[in-house]
């Protein structure tokens, strides 16, 4: 074998994931771990994964081996009903894990498509697992995230069940605030990701519906719309839409932000 010139070994330190330097770390990472526990973590993620916009990251019904915490970009989850029409279940940002579906039935039950360029570190389960009952703390951080998501389920569905078209968009627009806050990003200002019909499915709501939520609140001035590009006017004005008149149960979830 030829040796590796200099080169290629920058190239080689370029693109070798290490957690321990990354700043995504505190989002993906639990706290507290030593040093040599990180370095354990940093040969545990050994690989990234570049995703096109439009492509897939896995299929429904594809063998699951890894889960995957977003490096950089944004992912949709969705399905497709007996119909052939697509169902999106979810939205994923930097600092968020995809591939949780597959652990149960290891095989993945819906698609994880990239709605932008992205690039994806990737976690062979078998091997987490393997690190996870030698570090006590990494297991706890993991069954935390494996439990977040079935309370967004679960809130999602509440949600969903008992508010109103302008509600949901609402709380729908804070959510992303939310997260795009705990990434360091302005609160009120950020590009939309997913196009209003994948909204309207996300919240299930029709395409005239979110359109016309999108101007009420444009023209009560609670946001301002520019294409995909959103700007939050009146963050409380946003919140007294959502919870108004829900019950005490809906409230708490809309202010933990399931959605």
Not at 13 to 41: M, V
Not at 98 to 103: C, P, Q, R, S, Y
């Amino acid at each position: 074998m030829p040796p590796i010139s200099a080169s290629d070994r920058v190239h080689l330190e370029l693109i070798k994931t290490a957690c321990s330097n990354c700043n995504l770390r505190e989002l993906c990472l639990p706290l507290g771990l030593k040093k040599e526990e990180l370095a354990k973590f940093d040969d545990l993620v050994s690989t990234r994964k570049r995703i096109m916009r439009g492509d897939h990251l896995y299929h429904t019904d594809q063998s699951f081996d890894s889960i995957y915490a977003v490096r950089s970009g944004f992912f949709k989850t969705c399905v497709l009903d007996e119909a052939g029409r697509e169902q999106v279940t979810g939205l994923h940002m930097t600092g968020e894990l995809l591939g949780l579906d597959g652990i149960s039935t290891e095989t993945h039950s819906c698609n994880a498509v990239a709605l932008v360029d992205s690039e994806v570190c990737t976690i062979p389960f078998s091997h987490l697992e393997d690190l996870s009952r030698e570090i006590h703390t990494l297991q706890k951080h993991f069954h935390k995230v494996m439990s977040r998501e079935i309370i967004r389920d679960h809130g999602v569905m509440l949600l969903l069940g008992t508010m109103r078209a302008e509600e949901r968009l609402a709380a729908f627009l804070l959510n992303l605030s939310q997260r795009f806050t705990a990434r360091g990003y302005s609160p009120a200002e950020f590009n939309l990701r997913m196009t209003r019909v994948e909204i309207g499915s996300y919240l299930g709501l029709k395409l005239e519906t979110v359109s016309r939520a999108f101007s009420h609140f444009q023209e009560s001035g609670l946001i301002e719309v520019q294409h995909k590009h959103i700007r939050i006017l009146d963050i409380p004005g946003l919140k007294k839409l959502m919870v108004h008149q829900q019950p005490h149960n809906v409230r708490k979830s809309c202010r933990r932000g399931f959605l």
